[in-house]
Structure formats: C-alpha cells, structure tokens
C-alpha cells in the first residue's frame, strides 16, 4: 500500500506540474512567443509520457492488491488527482481555443492583405471602369 500512495502522491504532483506547463503555455501562445512556447510544449510531451507511465505504475499496484482502492489515504489521493486532471483538461480546453482564436486572427489578417493588394493594383480602363491588375503574385493562401 506504501508503494501504491507514493504512486499517487508522484502523479498528483507532475498533474500540479502539468497545470503549471499549461498556464505558461496559455501565456505563450497569447504573446506569440514561438521558440519559448516549442520548448514548454517539448517539456509538456515528456510529463505527458511521466504521467503515462506513472498511470501503468499505478494499475499495476492496484491489480496487485485490489482492495487498498478503499482505503481513505487511497480514495483522498485519488480524489485530489482526479481535481488536477479535471483542471488539467480546462486549461487544455483553454489552450487550444486560444490557438484556434489566433489561427482565425492570422486568416483574417491574411484576407486584408489580399484585399489591399487588389486594390492597390486595380486600374481604370479606357472608359474610367475600374479592372484589376495583375501587379506580382499575391500572397499565396
């Protein structure tokens, strides 16, 4: 059983760290800081893959000894990890809504661009119809 809460207590303190990867990470993405944000997401993926094999640990522990599941130091510790993942998964939620925000920014930003380029080229026919121009490539979508 002491090898099992030590399992626990490990998990609840690299979901805590996860937690705090996913609030750097929000920053990150928000003040567009690429090459910080490429590292913290590197770290993020190896606590990911900690979590992961912390979690077959655990299995493993439980599967040996089914009942200490029902102990109280147990059923806390299971309780306080479960809150983190919850809080882990709405910051993920978080995150990736930040990401998409910023991706329809970019495209809008994109489709002004294409928009001034047009006008910037446009011409006037013989009769004073405006026409575009084909001034350079654009940029390419």
């Known amino acids: 059983m002491k090898n099992l809460i030590t399992l626990l207590e ?3 303190e690299q979901l805590d760290a996860l937690t705090l990867l ?8 928000s003040t567009r800081d690429a090459e910080s944000l490429t590292s913290v997401i590197n770290e ?4 990911l893959e900690a979590i992961s094999t912390t979690d077959r640990s ?15 130091a147990v059923t806390n510790l299971f309780d306080e990890i479960n809150h983190s993942l919850s809080q882990c998964k709405f910051r993920t939620e978080i995150n990736q809504k930040a990401v998409e925000q910023g991706q329809l920014r970019l495209q809008h ?3 002004l661009l294409l928009e001034s380029r047009a ?3 446009m011409t006037y026919d013989k009769s004073g119809k405006p026409k575009g121009g084909t ?3 654009g940029v390419s979508v």
Do not use: A
């Open 58 to 72: 655990i299995e493993k522990e439980v599967n040996k000894q089914p009942s200490v599941v029902d102990e109280s």
């Open 44 to 47: 993020k993926s190896d606590l």
């Open 119 to 121: 006008k910037e080229s």
């Open 109 to 111: 930003l994109r489709t």
């Open 135 to 137: 001034t350079g490539k």
């Open 22 to 29: 996913l609030e750097s990470e929000l920053h990150l993405i």
């Open 10 to 12: 490990k998990q609840k």
